[in-house]
Every structure is written in C-alpha cells, then in structure tokens.
C-alpha cells in the first residue's frame, strides 16, 4: 500500500484475519453470491452487502411500517425503521466483543425485517387469512405469509427492478434465519437471531410505558429481578450474557437463566401488551383493509404496477403478495380509500 492511499479491500481482508475469531465468518472466503461480481477495491463483500440493503427501496419504506402500535399518535413510538436500527446496535456491539465480523452482522441486522408487511403482524396474519381463503382456488398457493421468507425474497428477486440485491451467500442465510426453524450457519446470523428478540421485547416494553399500558413496577418480578429495571439495565444484563455464554464457543447462546428470564418477559409481554385492548385497538381494521387489498388486486391483476406484472403473469397470488406486503402503512391506507371510500366534490358556481 502506497503512503496515504487508503486501506484496500485486501487490507481489511488481511485485518479481518488478523483480528477476528477462528468462529467468524471471513468476507473472503465467502460462498458468494448469485451471480458474479468484479471484487470492491475498497469494500469487502459483506461491507457490499450492507451498502446495498441500506441503499434499497425496501430499507427505506420501512420507516413507515408499524412495528407493534397501529398509528401511534406520538413522535417517539418505534417503527419497523428504529426495530431494526436496535437490533444492527445489539448485534455489533455483541460481535465486536467477540471478536465475529461486524460487517456480516449488520447486514443480516439490516435487511431481516425487509419483507414484513404494513400493520406489523396483524398485517402478516392478514395475509395468511386472506391466502386460506383462496386455497380451493389456488391450491399451489401458499398456506401461510411468513414475513421471514419474503425479506429473501426482496432480497433476491423483488429489488433492484427485479433483479435483487445479488448478496453473499451468509448475508441471504442469516436473514432467513433470524427467526424461524432455520438457524442460521454463521455466528454472525445467530447474533442477529438473539439481538432481534432482545430489542423487540425491550423497546416494546419502553412503548408501552409511554403509551400508558405499563409501569415498571407492572413487570413481572422474577424476570426484572435478573434482567433490570429500566432499559438500560436489561440490554446491558442480556448483551453481557450473550457475550460471557458465547465467547470462545461455536454457536451463540445465553446463559439459562438469563434466557428464562427474556422468554418469560416476552410471554408477559404477549399476555399485557401484544393481545391488549390498547395495542389492538385497530386490529381488526387493520386486518380487514389488507385483506381486501389482496382481494381486489387478485381480481383485478391488470391495476398492479407494471413491476409485478410479470410474476402476475405466471403466479398471480405472489405477485399480490409481493406488492400487498410492500406497501408502508400509509400507502396501504391511501390506496384503501382510493378504492373504497367515496371522494368529496363540489357543486360549480355555489
């Protein structure tokens, strides 16, 4: 390297061998990627990755996609956006202490939530119902809408005008693998897979407090009592355990204690929050514009956009499914009254 010319993409590639555990994934030894690209002479191939999702379409609209409240009226409630900027937070922080690849893990963080649909899960669950109801028409459909697969599917074939991001191989295996049966192959994707729950249970926490559905001294004493009393304390408590219990060892874990204490955090959350009166208040509205969403563009296929045609042509159902899922909150509202409720007019000359 010549005096102030910059590090190469192989200087990182030798960094990474320099610094990182025997367990991390190496950007140059990666599987690759679906078709062949010319190498970066300044990024490693998971530094791509990352540079690629943070640029795409689907990253951005998910700034407008609820994460656990419909419609929140308040500036500082989280969306699928913030979700997801929590997780790349827990999960770098994890595998830079244990010496993993950080670039790998933030790419898995930023893309693992690409597919999910407006509305949260109750928009997911939309999904699955309106796909049961056509199952005697379209028996090859799927049974279910797992947001898990659709952000590979974004990623490999719906962005870039159809093209997909063409990421690594350990990139695409970690999103799929965040949630799920499937675990992921790499260290770096089951990071992403723990930090994922981690941040959903402790920041929905910290939206129900300011919603008014909690206090802190409404949260089940045991799991406190291990975790924390406040956010700080509980993410410090989780991400210090995941480093103790994971270091030096080829697979991610927490400490069974610690792990008692999130699942049981994350049952009560589901009982007082997930399922409350408050948080589902416009579920069922929710549900019920997705749904007919999906019900109209799959009678009336020639309205999708010009994008979605051509998977219409050959699978009409994914072809909804794709473009259903995609729209932000918002946009899932406007289309809705566009289509169903009836637009103001004036009379002339009155």
Not at 72 to 97: F, M, N, W
Not at 163 to 172: P, V
Not at 174 to 187: D, E, R, Y
Request: hydrophobic share 35%.
């Amino acid at each position: 390297m010549t005096e102030n010319a910059g590090l190469t993409r192989e200087d990182l590639e030798a960094r990474e061998h320099r610094e990182l555990s025997p367990y991390a994934a190496f950007s140059d030894a990666t599987r690759g990627r679906q078709r062949p690209r010319p190498a970066d002479p300044r990024r490693t191939e998971f530094q791509r990755d990352r540079d690629r999702i943070l640029h795409c379409k689907s990253f951005r609209r998910l700034s407008h996609k609820t994460q656990v409240f419909i419609a929140p009226e308040g500036d500082h409630y989280r969306t699928r956006l913030t979700h997801t900027l929590e997780v790349s937070q827990i999960a770098r922080t994890v595998a830079r202490s244990l010496a993993l690849n950080e670039d790998l893990t933030e790419a898995i963080a930023l893309g693992h939530d690409l597919g999910h649909t407006p509305f949260g899960h109750t928009g997911e669950e939309a999904l699955t119902a309106a796909l049961a109801a056509i199952a005697d028409r379209y028996p090859e459909a799927p049974r279910r809408f797992k947001h898990v697969e659709q952000s590979l599917r974004v990623v490999e074939q719906l962005e870039y005008d159809g093209k997909g991001l063409n990421l690594c191989w350990e990139t695409r295996d970690g999103i799929l693998g965040h949630s799920g049966k499937h675990l992921p192959a790499t260290l770096e994707g089951q990071i992403v897979r723990t930090a994922d729950r981690m941040a959903y249970i402790n920041h929905d926490i910290d939206d129900a407090q300011r919603a008014g559905l909690l206090t802190e001294d409404d949260l089940p004493v045991g799991p406190a009592a291990v975790l924390g009393h406040s956010l700080a304390e509980r993410l410090t408590t989780l991400i210090e355990d995941m480093v103790e219990a994971s270091a030096s060892r080829d697979h991610i874990a927490l400490s069974g204690p610690v792990e008692r204490a999130l699942l049981d955090m994350r049952a009560f959350m589901f009982e007082a929050v997930y399922s409350s009166p408050s948080a589902k208040s416009e579920g069922p509205k929710a549900q019920r514009l997705v749904e007919q969403l999906f019900s109209h563009y799959l009678d009336h296929l020639e309205a999708l956009p010009s994008e979605y045609q051509a998977t219409a042509a050959t699978d009409p159902v994914q072809a909804v499914i794709d473009y259903v899922s995609g729209m932000t909150d918002r946009f899932a509202i406007r289309v809705y009254e566009e289509l169903y409720v009836p637009s103001r007019w004036a009379l002339q000359g009155v």
